[in-house]
Each structure stands twice: as structure tokens, then as C-alpha cells.
């Protein structure tokens, strides 16, 4: 199997002629879409609908190149947008492809390698709560086998996509016996997003199962996974995982490493892992070297203590501009300041994604 | 004479603690006092507050310490304050005072060397017009020849602080018959800045005179100072022109260097400056080799064609968030990066201040 | 023929249920469906993409009902949206019906008339200028004869939805050689509201043909059309033009009437259409009158003096919340308290639809 | 005694000049001055400095005139501002003032009376705890005695300053050991203001003592004041509590009157209100008679259930504007456009300050 990734720009979560074109040119057979990702411009808070509007966007064009419904589509391949490219950043998607190889794959050369896994629907009163950890994490084992990743080391990157409710569902759930964890439809994005990233860490062993669950969440930061990313959004209503990684089953010119970033500022933590995947050693990328990547992915959340590095942020005093998207501009443009690319995956939110006010970064390129 | 800079952390523009705890221990004379700059924490455009209530609290704090009443401190000491710390940047202001040194100047070693003047009272029709060009230009040459700074090359940073007008002001000027440049309260900043800008220029020599003029304001992106930092707010009804450089007649530990951005992604603008004042080259400056950073000065902008190293942005169609805001939390956090300190003065609004879409940057550093 | 009009609730403009429900009951046949109006949940600026997510849904829905393809339904069908449901607003939509009537119409009774078209695609360089003041009042012209609407005192509403355009878009045509009013993406979708709106005034007469003239757009608001309510979005390329107003030749139990508001505050515009419709005086209609309603319309915008009954407003000082959304909220708060709904489409950007700083009301009802 | 209520236009928080005007025409003695109430341009949310700003400008102007110190003129006049002018409300303060009075009240005929009470300073584990409970009951009761106000149903207005806290506060006081009710700061100043309502209704009897308690803080919604109206902010460190009324112990030609608001379009509220204060019954008071006016204070919120009669609002949902802005802009219009008055006291965050998703309206004006 060989794996390959196409980066689209946007600009309306309507117009998907960027991928209409490969299609039609014969570079993607659509059949062999098995995930897209993507940064909407909307807000990425509740009432942002641009992710829901390029999921059907998507699955209409692409269920009318391959005779499927545009619901067979959704039913099949995971699509995950985030909402909100905040100043330098760039709207885009990436389309995941898996191709049988006739050319063997290189023995022990490990390329990169994607599984996908839906859990079932999951409720306002699942959000946050055992139920969703466990889901997610029999989802994380369903995808890494699909992907034929070996060890949970070989695994660099989990996108998962959960559901967002609006007040109206959670004021329907609570009046039907089942109270949410929370009546603020921002917050359960939150609860949601914690959860999952605990039922990551926990099906990967970062964090001992018996400590992945529901009375950590939003509570014990110390625990997370070094290689979630979860959003949430109204447009889904299951939790759809991705795990991407390396595995010798796997062929073709790709590859993928992550880091933990420590906190908003670290730089060091992009160098390294440009360094990591080959790239030569300066305070930027070349362009020319820059072409070798293929996605990149960022999750950051603003400091909880309401400091970086000593000296007081604003974010989480400010009423009129939400602390994700403070954050996701500020962490965005210093990873696209290093690897001279805009159309970055940067999605806020991280808890339990990295170290308490920090975050990671994972970057998928051509090998060196 | 020495030129030292203070620098404070501010939270609420009503607690001036740090500099009251700096006069109180004798660390500031009030009566050195010769210009503040600072960002606050209001948003940066027409209806931002904070700028005029930091200014206020800081009049009474040195009117009180040196018996002067706060409108003569006002008419001797500019206050410049910016709105807007997004993302990781952090409120502060810069102190900058003069003291007569004892000690000899160092023979041939420049030193930083500052100078203060003010323009006239503006009104709404001046303001992006010729009588803004010639009154900015005019102040930069006093204020120059106040700093003893001999040649426009030893000019690094030059700060401005023009009025803005509320919708009430510019609708009184024009039934006067004296319509502003634009009917509208954030346009007609910008028109200031770009205007201030151009003055700056022409002073410089960077500009010819002959092409410093109205006409080519907000018009011929080509010309722009290098040097020049322009603000805008209600709170002021001059041009408040700050000039720093060097100059062999001033003494102290200080200096300064400036880099021009040539566009949002710059950053090896930021680090050929920081290896200019002999910082240890790397991704980021150590933490010990930081705190030699008195003050960074960044201006910045959104570019104007809608792209970002080729990719689009979404900044210049946002209507939630100002691009001001967007691009200030975005190059704010690439600087900050490098030099490992958040307490920036990073404006946005860099119309003829930098090359379109890029900007500049200052850093007062104590000498290697 | 019969028109009618369904209101729908919304709140995911994914969520198209109850047309569907309407249609798969019978209750609404899709190929009888003339036009839709609704209030979608964004911000109603440029990067409002809730009014094309909208469009989509719709025009799916209806082709898979009628076996048109989406874009047959959407040539056929103006889908006008407009964004932002502030305060006490419920998004919504409209759609209009017309049926033969196989009852002759009450003699001498004028019924609710419809009538629809299409000016030819605009580019950004007719935006605000003659080219779209022609092509609408051409429209407008098409539109009435269509609606056998006899003069145009029995036209009281009409609804005009124009393109708007990104930056992308802007920046493109002038490098084409054909610029733009202005290169603002938001202002631009001002000019093109004003140069609609005196289309539809020359058009019905408000406005003499000789002074419905470019020179005149945005610039001379005693010019204005009393029953224009126009609307701009990405989304859109022509100008969709939807007269509504009484003719003999219809029949069916709904009428309609308009009034203008003379400013923000004219609550008796509002009691005095309510009467004029046969609702019983009081301060606010009953609920089991207000059921009688079946659609209302409302232009407004904040007063460019800056002033409201001679007090200050800070709407267009605002950096935080555009002065559209303001007013908005404002206006439609005030018609909803005396209509006893909220399902109210409530437009801002009123240049020359209304006087300056009022607007226009319109209400479709069930005859007394 | 004779209390009197002087209002003015505001613009920019820094300019009193309104207040300086009729002090030193004589028109207004400050020594008489006990408390101003009033409206100021910012956000009314956490990151609202003008709140402070105008504090500031206005103890300085007092003291000026007084010879007092600005912290004495602050500890002696409850300084109450909420920030937040949406829509076509006017930003603005009333000044309220007490003398004595030479002529002898009319026997028997009730006339405005006043009084104010401070509670010690509150510390952020205090707020939403029974501790400021009981301070702010203490404070209503000494308020009252002070005002003579003989029974609980002489008192139509009781208005609460309380304390906000930023980020850093919280996370200082979590780390001494007394952590607040949320470390959410936006969300503990509705804990604060719902708290200092529960001590206001359990003062004045319209909730049992036993009631008024903790527990049900932000639970249980049947419980509210009639009459309370809570702000926070970060400029002040007490409840300041000004308690206003009706007694024959006091003359002059004012008076008070109070309703309830059943929800955000309860008009008839207002209209009932405006007749028994003796205004012609129309549908908006006519300019000569709203001159009678002298201030106007509305509580409001956005319903919880997410519905406005039935219909969806999206205010709880919205990312981009706080649903407060959302709620002020809407009910201030209503009330406006029947008081025909934009320079009204409209403040969100109406926990357990009337019911649930209503509010409460008092309105001081000239005896009929």
C-alpha cells in the first residue's frame, strides 16, 4: 500500500474546484480518498459552519466522481475541519490517498502508513465522559491495525473529529434525563476534546488506562498524549479518528515525525523536528526545501496561569476576541515562520494534546 | 548625557505600581522622564480606551512625584501607547529617561541617544494631508538635532503618536467646511499614520522631499521609511515625535539597531538584527542572554494583495476580527520567538513604514 | 395563480428538515417554488459563508425533489440570504410559492403577487457603478411585468441579492485592468447595495431615471427607494431580483404593505403598518394575531451623523462589533417587540433604501 | 433632604468635561455629589478599562473641586459603570446629589430618596459565596436606613458595584490556598453579580433568608430581586450598593417606579411603567414628555433554554460576540423606542435579577 497526501488551497468552503481538477486530470481516483483534513475560515467556535459546509462540498464532488451518495461518502472517509486561520495562516485541506503499490515496498524502510476508524454517535451526555474516552480508544486500535503500524512508537499523528452541540441539543438532552457536563456549548467542545485526546493517550500507553479517565478529564493536566489532535464541530456526530504513522507495510516517498512543543514560544521544538525529517539546519526553511512538505499539523492552547515565559498574556481576560483564536495566530505564524508555509493545520483547544500550555507538531514531507 | 530605558509589565492601564515602586526606590528620577511607550491592552483601534487611561494614570503618578500637574507633564514627556497585545504579547511600557553623566562619554563609542518633539495641534482635515507631512518632518528635525544624533544613518527608530477622531469629531470638522480626508474613524488613522510616515521619510532623506507629499499617501507604496513607527489614538491632538539613535555625544550601557521586514514571515530580518547586536546566533536567544533586551519596536501589516508567500491569507476579510489585530498577533509571535521576550511594542497599521505587506523592526539592547 | 409564503426555522444551515418535512407532507410542492428569503446565523460580512451553505442545502433539497440539478434549481430560484440573527433575531427562511388557482381571484381584491429575475453576471467593476444600477432597474422592469403588478404604487417590497467579493477577487480585476469602486471587500459590498437600490428606485419611479445615476451612489442620500431592500454575498453573481407587492390577477388570503422608518427609534412606523394590515392597536401584537404574519422585512443602519434622537451612538466607532450587526440587533428588536416575532428578516447596509440613518419595514400577512 | 439626578453625554471616558460644565456654572455643588451611575464605550466584559477610566476622571474632577483626595472622593461616592453602549444606546452618567433642604417636604407626598453603603473589600474566593451574600444584605440595610426608606416596598432600585478579577487574580488566589467559585473570569463576575442579587432579595425580604443562600447561586432561577440591578469590574474592590426609593422623609420633584420584564420582548413592561409614571399612553412618549426623564436602569439576559417565545435565538451560541452585547443591544432598542431615550442604564447578566431570561426596569423621572 502506498499512502500520498494533497494539499488544496480554499478560499470558500464552496469551492472545491482544487480537488474537482485533480479528479478530472486523473491525478487522484477518487475512490482512493480515505481522509481529508483541512483549516475553514470560520471561526472554529460553535456557530462556525464552514466545516460542516465543506464536508458536503466535498463528499458531493466526490461522491459524483465515484457514484456513491454523498452520505456513503461521509459514512466512508473522515472528513476534519477546523475552523479559524488566524493571521498568516492559510485555508487549505489535505486529501489522504491509499493506492495498492505494484512496486514492492522498500525493504525495512519504513513510509508513511493511515488507518481510519469512526466510533458509534455519541451524545451531548457522552461528551466528556467515559464513554467518549473509551470509544476513542478502541477507534485509536481499529485505525493503528488498520494502518498495519506496529507500535504505538510508530505513531505520530491521531486527528480526531468529534461532535460540537449547539444550546438547543443540550437543553433537549437535559430535559430528556441526560444532562450534559456542561450547559455552555463552548465548554462541552472542551470536554469533548479532553476526552478524546485521554482515550488516545490511554490506547497508545502514554498514560496508564487505569488513569485515562473521566475524573482526569479537564482536571489533571500532567496526563496527555504527545501526538492527538482533536476538534470538535456541529457538523459531526461520531468520532471520526484518523492515526497516521510508519510501518515497513507501507511504501512510497512520504514520512512523518512530531514533537512536543513545551509552550507557546518553542521554537526549538520546530527546528528539531525539521531536522529530524532532513531538512538543512538555518533559521528557515528554502523555499525550494519547502516543497518537500506535505502537511503539517499544530495543536497549542493559551497558558492556563495566564503567563508565558514570566509575563502576563491577555488571551483569557479578552471578551471580544476568543483565546483560540489568539493562540492559534501567534503558535501558527511561528511554525510557518520556520518552515516557510502558511497552509498549516493549526487548531487550538489542546487539552491534554502536549503539556499544559504547550502543544504539539507533527509534519508529513517527500523523505530527505 | 545618558539615555536609560525602564521597562514595566502593566495589567490594568489604572495600576502604574511599577514605575511608582521604581521612583519611590530611587531607581527613577520622575524629573529625567522623557518619553513613554507602551502597549496597552484595549484593541488597538478608534474606540480603545486604555491608551488615553494609561496616559492619565502615568501623569498623575510623575506630575504627583515631581509637582508638575498632569497636563504639564503631558506637554513635556510623549506618551505613545498602542493598543492590542494578541496572542503571547505582553502589556508593558518603556521608560526613557535623560540624565546628565557624570563620567565622560566614551571617545568614538556611539551610545543611545534620544530626542522628543512635538508638532501643532492637528485637526481632522490635516490629518494624511500636506500640513501633517510638513509638521511630522518638521519635529523629526527637532527632535534630532535635541539628540544631538548627526547623520539621518544614526537614526534607528522613530516613534510617532498622531490624534485620531471619533465619527462626532470628523462630521463637526466637515459641517465646519474643513472635511477630513475620509468619513470614516479607522480610515482616517490610517491616513494619519501614512501621512506621519511620510514626513518621517522625507525628514530622513529617505524619501525625496519632492515625492514626500500628499499625493502619495496611502497611494505609492514604494516610498517608506525604515525607521519610522507610527500610532494613532484619541487621546492625543499633536504629533508626538520620538526620535532614538545613536551618537557619540551620549554616554551609557545602551544601543540600538533596525531591521527592515520585507514581508510577515521575515524572521531572518530578527535574527540578522539580534546578531547585529551580538547575541549568540541560534533559533532563540538564551533566556540570560535575553534580559539584555531593554525594548523591541515592530511594525507590521497585512498584506494588501491578500497573500502570504504566495498563499492566500483570509486577514482583509474578516469581519470579526480587525486585520490590525490579526497581523499583530501574528508577526508579534515570530519576534517574540526569536528574541525570547513578549514585551513587545508591536503595532500594526505600517502604511509607508516598512515595504508593503513587510515592516520593521528596532531592538534597544545593552552593548554586547 | 396563488402565492404563498412558508416560514421555516433554522439553526444549522446544513439543516434544511423542514422544507423537507414540508415537502415529503405535501404541504409544499417543490416545483411551485419561486424564490426564498431567509436570515442565516452569520456575521453577514464578507466571510459569511452560512448564506452559500444555505443556498446549497436548498437547491440539493429541492433537485432531489424535482429532479433538477442543483444548479437548474439555483438559475431558476433567487436564494436570497442575508447573514446575522443578533439579540432577540431567529434564523430563518422564507420560500415562496405560486400555484395556479383553480378558484378565480376575488374580482377588484388585489392578492399577494410575486415576480422574479436575473440581471446577467456581475463582475467586481460593475459593482456601484451604472452597469449594476441598469441591469437591476431592467431586472425590476422583468420582475413586475412577470408579477402582473400593475403600477408601481402596488410594489412594496422589493429584494435584490448582489454579489459580493474577497480581496482574491478585487485584486484580480484591477490586475485585469478593471478596478474596483474601492478595494475594500466590505465597503465594496455597500457600493453595491447603493447602485442596486437606485436601480430599483429609477425602476419604480422613486427616483428620477436622470438622477438614479452613478455620480449619485453613496453620495447623495436623499435618493431612495421606499421598498428596496437589498442584500450582497460571495455566494451570488448576478443580481436576483424578487418584487413583491398586490394585484388583481392573483387571489389567495395574503396581502402585504410597507412603511418607512424615519430613524432607528420609529416604533410608529411599525404600530402604524401593523394597523394598516388590520391588527388590533395595542402595544404589541397578540400572539394569536401575530400567527397572522407570515413574513417581515426590515432595512436599517446606523446614522452616518453619529447621533440617535441627538444623542450619541458608538456604532461606527466600533472595532469590535461591525456597525451592521448593531443595528441589526437594534432595529429588529424593536419590530419584533410590537410584532410579537422574531423570525424577522432584518437587513443592514440601508444606503438609499430608506432615508439616511432609517429604513423600510414590510410585512406579509393573511388578510384580516 | 432633596435628591436630585443630573445626567450626561459621554464620548471618551477621560472627558468630564459635562459634569466640570455644571460644577462650575454653579448648577451642581460636588460636595453634595453620592454616587454616579453610568454607561461607558467599552465591552462591559472582563478586559472593560473604561469603567475605571471614568472612575478615575471623575474622582480627579470631584476632588478637584472639593479639595478632597481622589481615593477620599472614591470611598465616600459609589462610582457604578457598566461598560457596553450596543446598538443605539448613548453612553453616558448620572450624577446623583443630595441637599438640604429650606423648603419643608410636602407632608405625605413621597419623593426620591437615596442612600449608599459599601461592603468591606472582597477577595476572589469571596465572590459568589455566602460571604458576599450576607456583606451585600448588610449593605442594602444600612443603604436603606440612610435613605429612610420606611418598608421594602418603598424601594424600587437597588444598584450593585461589585468586584471582577482577572486571570492573574484567580490563579494567585488558587494558589494561596482560597481558590475562587470558577477560574474562569468572565464567569465569576456572573457568579459575583448573582450572589450580590441573592443578598439584595434576601435584605429586602422578596427571597426567605434561608434561601438567599449559597447553594443556590446560579441554580435556583425562581429565586431573584425585583428590584437589584449588579455590574462587576475590575476597578472596584467592594459591593458598593446604592439603594433608591420613595419616603415622605425626603422632597423634591422626583420619583422612582419599577416592573418586571417577563422576557427581552415584554414591552407592555415599559409601557406599564411609563403610565404610572403619569406619561400619555401612545407607543412612544413623546420628545417633550420624555424630557421628564431623568435616568432609566434595565437588567437583562439572554434566555437559557435558547428560545425568545418559542422561536431560537443563537446569542448563547455565538463565538464572535458575547451573548451580553447581544442582549443589551436588543432590549436597550425596546426600551429606548418607548422611553423615546437612548441614554439608558441597560446592563446583561441578570442572574436571579428578575426571572430567568427577563429582567427588571426602574425609570427616575419628574413628578407628573
Known sequence: MRA????????????????????????????????????????????????????????????????????????????????????????????????????????????????????????????????????????????????????????HFVQVKGPAFTLADIVASAAAGRPAATDNPGKLMGFGRAASALGVAGALGEVPAERAVESAVFKDFSLFSAVASISAGVEVRTNEVIVVGLSTAWSGPLTIGHRTMADALDIGAVHALAGSLGFTPGVQIAADEAARIRAAFVKCEAARDGLVRGRPHTMLNDGDIDQQRHIRGAVGAIVASVLNDTALFVSGGAEHQGPDGGGTIAVIAERH
Open 4 to 155: 500520498d497526501v494533497h494539499r488544496f488551497s480554499l478560499t470558500d468552503p464552496g469551492d472545491v474546484s482544487g480537488l474537482a481538477a485533480a479528479i478530472a486530470a486523473g491525478r487522484i481516483d477518487p475512490a482512493t480518498i480515505v481522509a481529508v483534513i483541512g483549516k475553514t475560515p470560520g471561526n472554529g467556535l460553535v456557530n462556525d459552519y464552514t466545516r460542516g459546509y465543506l464536508t458536503l462540498s466535498l463528499a458531493l464532488l466526490i461522491g459524483g466522481a465515484t457514484g456513491e451518495t454523498p452520505d456513503a461518502v461521509r459514512a466512508r472517509v473522515p472528513f476534519v475541519f477546523s475552523g479559524g486561520v488566524e493571521g498568516v495562516l492559510s485555508p487549505h485541506y489535505s486529501v489522504f490517498t491509499v493506492v495498492a503499490d505494484a512496486a514492492p515496498a522498500q525493504p525495512g524502510v519504513p513510509a508513511l502508513a493511515v488507518g481510519v476508524a469512526f466510533t458509534p454517535e455519541l451524545s451531548p451526555s457522552d461528551i466528556g465522559r467515559q464513554a467518549q474516552i473509551d470509544a476513542t480508544a478502541a477507534a485509536v486500535d481499529a485505525a493503528m491495525a488498520q494502518a498495519k503500524i506496529a507500535t504505538p512508537a510508530d505513531v
